[in-house]
């Protein structure tokens, strides 16, 4: 970065932008930690941080980063694990909690306009001080901003009833490559920003659809196959239609117990449906499709606890010190299947699962490989993400994001016309390509610039599933 573009820097934030390389360090990362031949190849350490504290600063700010051709990688709370959120050749990180105003709540038409660094459970606690509550909501939400989930997209507590972030978006205010501030209200306009990690936008306001406060009530069945809980699963969705459904392998149940020194339920497949309100024959007609299939549920105080910990899927990083993470979507009526594929595929690894019903007929399902950064093999160890995508699709699957690991997945995850639509629109919002660069639309490597990301990974994807295994079981 040349001295004009710093001043010009220091002019719009002062003491708001710092040029620190200690600094920068801790924002080349998101929560997925990078084996170092990832860091050779590209620049992810920025050359600035700005915190912005308004949209007319962060218009200035693209202003003065297309006159310089400077990229911008825009940043919630880097929850994220798709390095959406890592720049791939230096440039500005834009960190938005400074941004955290909750501007409006409108009980009559049950919205919230917040900006995008407010943090999704702070937002929920005010919600529910006026007799309000989020709709869906990541199980991120102590750290993740609406900002950061609006813009990676994807499915949470809530989204069986409710639907993933972007069903509930009401309109969005952002900042186009050119400094423009536009506002958007109609889906097609909404979908060319949300789920598009910035690429098009820096998103600085979102009207949310929130819901009158409900007490939930939480029931957790354990079972004694895979089959039977999804069997479970199936006839529970039609028949009560819950709020949200969760469920675990007994591998994650036991991992992570033993993380938390706390043993409390067997170790076995679990699910836990939860519902709005306190309908008793819900909560009745549950337990006796529960029963049928040979399934017990736990006692309410259980149940409670459980619930209780639906924000903290992670604790089982404890034992690693490292995880590995996978992500998929698959169809509810295959979870059986892919289940029981990666306990035979898969035997040996560490591996603990947990996942979402995000809709009537597809649920996410995230996989933790307990690994070792510090052992010499981690660097393959990516490798394992690889594993459970590729045995997710064998069941129907399709990745859960793209960010900066997955771009080459771009197609499969839009679809041709929305991803055809999306790039359209960089090209038109976005002449001078400095929005998050690399994220969704491939980047070039940096240090070999023939090569482009996407290509890379999609070449090396045979030889990280081959990594992953070099990387060994533990
Ligand atoms: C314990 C745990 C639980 C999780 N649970 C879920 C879950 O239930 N569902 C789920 O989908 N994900 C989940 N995640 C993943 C992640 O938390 C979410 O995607 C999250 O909402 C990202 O928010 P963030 O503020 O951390 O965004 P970041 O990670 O900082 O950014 C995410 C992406 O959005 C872009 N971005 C950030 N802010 C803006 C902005 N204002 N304008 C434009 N682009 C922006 C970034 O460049 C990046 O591409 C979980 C992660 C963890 C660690």
Same mark, same amino acid.
């Given at each position: ?46 050359? =600035? ?15 003065? =980063? ?14 994220? *694990?798709?390095?959406?959120? $890592?720049?791939?050749?230096?440039? #500005? ?8 105003? #909750? ?41 993740? &901003?609406? *900002? ?43 979908? +060319?920003?949300?789920?598009? %990690? ?6 600085? %306001? ?38 949200? /459904? ?11 117990? %033993? ?21 008793? &024959? ?6 006796? /499709? ?6 017990? $549920? ?51 690894? !560490? /591996? ?13 399902? +995230?996989?933790?490989? +307990? ?24 069941? *129907? ?52 610039? /023939? #090569?482009?990301?996407? !290509? ?19």
């Amino acid at each position: 970065m040349n001295n004009d573009a710093r001043k010009a820097l220091q002019e719009v934030f002062g003491e708001r932008v710092s040029f620190d390389y200690d600094e920068a360090l801790l924002y080349s990362h998101d929560l997925a930690t990078l084996p170092d031949q990832v860091n050779l190849l590209l620049r992810t350490i920025p050359e =600035a941080v700005v915190l912005p504290e308004s949209r007319e600063e962060i218009a200035r700010l693209v202003r003065i =980063a297309k006159a310089h051709r400077i990229p911008i990688v825009p940043r919630g709370a880097g929850s994220g *694990g798709y390095g959406g959120a $890592v720049p791939v050749n230096g440039g #500005i990180v834009l960190d938005l909690s400074y941004m955290r105003e #909750i501007i409006e709540i409108d009980k009559e038409n049950l919205l919230a306009k917040v900006q995008p660094g407010v943090v999704w459970k702070e937002l929920d606690r005010e919600l529910n001080k006026t007799g309000l509550s989020l709709r869906v909501y990541p199980t991120s939400a102590p750290s993740a &901003t609406v *900002g950061g989930w609006v813009a990676q997209g994807g499915w949470g507590v809530g989204s069986l009833a409710y639907g993933s972030v972007v069903d509930n978006i009401e309109s969005i205010e952002y900042v186009d490559g050119k400094g423009e501030i536009i506002s958007v209200d109609s889906r097609d306009e909404i979908e +060319l920003v949300a789920e598009c %990690e910035g690429i098009t936008g820096i998103i600085t %306001e979102v009207t949310l659809k929130i819901k009158p406060y409900e007490s939930v009530t939480p029931i957790v069945a354990q079972f004694p196959s895979a089959e039977a809980m999804e069997s479970a699963i199936r006839e529970v969705i039609p028949e009560t239609q819950p709020y949200t /459904i969760n469920f675990a392998t007994p591998e994650f149940v036991a991992l992570k117990q %033993e993380a938390m020194n706390h043993w409390e339920i067997d170790d076995k497949y679990t699910a836990m449906f939860a519902f709005e309100g306190e309908d008793e &024959t819900k909560v009745e007609r549950t337990g006796n /499709i529960v029963k049928k299939y040979l399934g017990e $549920v736990l006692d309410e105080e259980v149940s409670e606890f459980e619930w209780n910990e639906r924000f903290y899927p992670m604790r089982l990083k404890r034992l690693g010190p490292s995880v590995v993470p996978g992500e998929a979507i698959i169809p509810v009526e295959r979870i059986s299947e892919f289940l029981n594929a990666v306990e035979k595929d898969l035997r040996g690894y !560490t /591996i603990g699962i947990e996942g979402w019903v995000t809709g009537e007929n597809s649920a996410s399902v +995230l996989a933790f490989f +307990l690994d070792d950064e510090r052992d010499f093999r981690f660097g393959m160890s990516f490798g394992k993400s690889m594993m459970i995508l590729s045995l997710a699709r064998k069941f *129907g699957g399709k990745p859960y994001s793209t960010g900066l690991w997955l771009s080459h997945e771009a197609e499969n995850y839009f679809g041709k016309d929305r991803l055809r639509k999306i790039m359209d629109y960089k090209k038109r919002s976005d002449p001078a390509g400095i929005l998050n660069p690399g994220k969704i639309l491939p980047a070039k490597i940096p240090k070999f610039p /023939i #090569i482009k990301m996407s !290509t890379m990974m999609k070449l090396s994807s045979p030889f990280m599933k081959i990594g992953g295994k070099l990387a060994g079981k533990r």
